[in-house]
């Protein structure tokens, strides 16, 4: 896709994958909106920063109308957050926190711009967690595929856009710098932002099928996307119980 004078949206661009895929668009001659709580450092006049806290909904109001444009062409919601907590011992405002900005403010984000969305394309950042179930993990993992299947939902209407789901395995960024703290972890194995940009480049490129979900991994990572659907089927008709294929 051509991406001059696009208008492009990207949320969490201050940090991490959000500021390689922002850079990324400035780099090509797109217009980029940027949502963040925390400014980006782009000497770029084509990025225009807009304060918000994805957390909060009249945030989100007040973001989506500061943009002048009448046309979004690429929402790319990115923006997420990841605590670790045992899955049956977690507070309310972790649960909140998790499902608020990695599930519900995309949703948001699409509602609010909604008449500006014609023939365009949305990319959410997901992640592969969303099959990969872990006890620490488990808001954060369960968040993520909530994300994926209410797109696949409110893409049986919304015709007017395409949607992608994007799913990274690791990626070296902030966050799981922070994730990781303390931790001996192989940061030479997993995947650079790079990788995510590469990957939205060739989405961008490609004629997908609307709801393609794209896994992102690198040959250390292969195991990670092994089919682990556990589906069994009861047809009543046949009286027989069957794995699913
Ligand atoms: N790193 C990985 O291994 C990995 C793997 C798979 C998927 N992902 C996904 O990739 C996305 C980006 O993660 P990252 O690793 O690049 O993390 P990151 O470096 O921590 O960046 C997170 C971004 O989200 C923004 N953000 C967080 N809370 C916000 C809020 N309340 N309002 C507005 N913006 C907020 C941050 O901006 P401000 O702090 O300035 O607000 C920041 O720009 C996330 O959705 C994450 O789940 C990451």
Redesign the pocket.
Known sequence: MELKDKVVIV?????????AIAEFFLKNGAVVYG????NSDFNNDNFHWIE????NEESIKNGVSQISDSHIDILIN?????EQCDSLNFSKEVFEKTFQ??MI?PVLMVQNILPKLKGSVVIN?????DRLGDNMYAL?CSS?AALNIYFDSISTKYKDFKIYSI??????????R?DMEGKDFKWDS??K?SDIVDTVKLVLDSDLPNNARIAVINNHMIEDVEPIEKLFVYNSDSKKMEKGK
Do not use: E, H, W
């Open positions: 949320t969490g661009s201050s940090s991490g994958i959000g500021k949502f963040s709580r925390r918000c806290d994805l957390l990115n923006a997420g957050y990841l900005l990695n403010a950042i997901s992640s592969i967690s954060y993520k799913l990274p395995d690791y990626v070296d960024t902030p966050m799981l922070k997993i995947l932002t």
